[in-house]
């Protein structure tokens, strides 16, 4: 079992940022794959991107084209900790924000799931 526990959600002004945080424990892996989603009132949830390493391999990032440049993620190692830094936001970020986590063989489907924090851009 893995628990993920993510916090740093808040209210902040067009233009701003916010670092949310994502703590994992339990039975996590030296080979993780973790990623973020969002979901806006209304709308499906939707991939941001992800972050991955294995054992002495370097860590690999990818965050989708609506948010490259304006959003990076990143990891502490020490405190099993993943991070997405926010900047630049805009009114269409609004949404709760989840973490992830995946056990699973290739194709990696996430199989742990934070609770969600809630992020809200006012214009």
């Known amino acids: 079992q893995v628990q993920l526990v993510e916090s740093g959600g808040g209210l902040v002004q067009a233009g701003g940022s916010l670092r949310l945080s994502c703590a994992a424990s339990?039975?996590?892996?030296?080979?993780?794959?973790m990623g973020w989603f969002r979901q806006a009132p209304g709308k499906e949830r939707e991939f941001i991107g992800r972050?991955?390493?294995?054992?002495?391999?370097?860590?690999?990032?990818y965050v989708v084209d609506s948010v490259k440049g304006r959003f990076t993620i990143s990891r502490d190692n020490a405190k099993n900790t993943i991070y997405l830094q926010m900047n630049s936001l805009k009114p269409e970020d609004t949404a709760v924000y989840y973490c992830?986590?995946?056990?699973?063989?290739?194709?990696?489907?996430?199989?742990?799931w934070g609770q969600g924090t809630q992020v809200t851009v006012s214009s």
């Open positions: 992830a986590y995946s056990s699973l063989p290739p194709p990696y489907e996430y199989d742990y």
């Open positions: 339990g039975r996590t892996s030296s080979s993780v794959r």
């Open positions: 972050i991955s390493w294995s054992g002495g391999s370097g860590i690999r990032t």
